[in-house]
């Protein structure tokens, strides 16, 4: 369900997908290639949210936050996550069941381990491996870990048109 409030409607950019199980409100814009999954919450009635290109928002997670927020290009916010974050650079992959609170800032290219809880305000520097209750950086990503967030990225490009073909997203996504 896309839904405007307040005179806010959300932009949907024409090639992403947007499953017919999910709800959007507010003053939200999705990028090029972006997916949103069933079971998304994506809530901006408090303030913008911006979705760049190429981004997959996995099933069940909850994006809102209390002033405006940005999540970059490429990223992967896996399922059932709750980011309520200001800002989540390029490449970023927040891992299932992560929860990352109030003004929580991630530079590009960082990893949020499984189950992560990330405090208010926290900031991390590009390239930070996170992990634990409350989130901790453990140092830079490593290789292997650039790879999994680059192939998670790309895969949910991919299986757009698959989707999109079964007649599984909405028909009403052009409402920018």
């Known amino acids: 369900m896309i839904r405007s409030l307040g005179g806010k409607i959300p932009v949907?950019?024409?090639?992403?997908?947007?499953?017919?199980?999910?709800?959007?409100?507010?003053?939200?814009e999705i990028g090029p290639r972006s997916s949103v999954w069933p079971g998304v919450v994506i809530r901006a009635d408090a303030g913008k949210i911006k979705i760049g290109a190429g981004t997959n928002i996995q099933d069940n997670s909850t994006l809102h936050a209390d002033a405006d927020a940005s999540i970059g290009d490429d990223v992967t916010i896996g399922h059932?996550?709750?980011?309520?974050?200001?800002?989540?650079?390029?490449?970023?992959?927040?891992?299932?069941?992560?929860?990352?609170?109030?003004?929580?800032?991630?530079?590009?290219?960082?990893?949020?381990?499984?189950?992560?809880?990330?405090?208010?305000?926290?900031?991390?520097?590009?390239?930070?491996?996170i992990r634990g209750v409350p989130g901790k950086s453990l140092g830079k990503i490593r290789e292997k870990h650039a790879e999994i967030m680059r192939s998670a990225a790309a895969?949910?490009?991919?299986?757009?048109?698959?989707?999109?073909?079964?007649?599984?997203?909405?028909?009403?996504i052009r409402s920018g």
């Open 80 to 129: 059932g996550v709750v980011c309520h974050a200001r800002t989540i650079g390029n490449g970023c992959l927040l891992g299932n069941g992560s929860i990352l609170n109030d003004g929580v800032v991630l530079g590009d290219r960082c990893l949020v381990s499984a189950g992560s809880v990330v405090t208010e305000d926290t900031v991390f520097e590009e390239e930070s491996l």
């Open 12 to 28: 949907i950019d024409p090639t992403a997908f947007v499953s017919e199980a999910a709800y959007i409100v507010g003053d939200v």
């Open 155 to 172: 895969f949910y490009i991919n299986v757009i048109p698959r989707y999109e073909i079964s007649g599984l997203g909405h028909t009403d």
